[in-house]
């Protein structure tokens, strides 16, 4: 089993930005592939951004890429979600997952946090 939780959700400004972090633990995390996901109300959930085993490798969903960036930091046990420039739409409750795939595929993550909230005030 891996327990993932979600930290750095709140309330920002239209324009501001926030850091999500989300920490694993259970087995070793370098083993599993990260993703970040977020769902609004009334809304299904969406695949934000996925991050690679070693970090070398990331992937994007064309309503984030060039505003939001996924890292890790495996000696932490922790992966991150750096968003910047961020709008109105995009508050939702954000996850992140873990899976011990090479390249999971759409929404199909092993292990799934509890989500945190992100609130974006125009």
């Known amino acids: 089993q891996v327990q993932l939780v979600e930290s750095g959700g709140g309330l920002v400004q239209a324009g501001g930005f926030l850091r999500l972090s989300c920490t694993a633990s259970?087995?070793?995390?370098?083993?599993?592939?990260m993703g970040w996901f977020r769902q609004a109300p009334g809304k299904e959930r969406e695949f934000l951004a996925r991050?690679?085993?070693?970090?070398?490798?990331?992937y994007y969903a064309d309503s984030v890429k060039g505003r939001f960036t996924i890292s890790r930091d495996n000696a932490k046990n922790t992966a991150y979600l750096q968003m910047n420039s961020l709008k109105p739409e995009d508050t939702a409750v954000y996850y992140c997952?873990?899976?011990?795939?090479?390249?999971?595929?759409?929404?199909?993550?092993?292990?799934w946090g509890q989500g945190t909230q992100v609130t974006v005030s125009s």
């Open positions: 997952a873990a899976d011990p795939r090479l390249i999971p595929i759409g929404y199909s993550y092993d292990y």
């Open positions: 259970g087995r070793t995390f370098s083993n599993y592939a």
């Open positions: 991050i690679s085993r070693n970090g070398a490798n990331t």
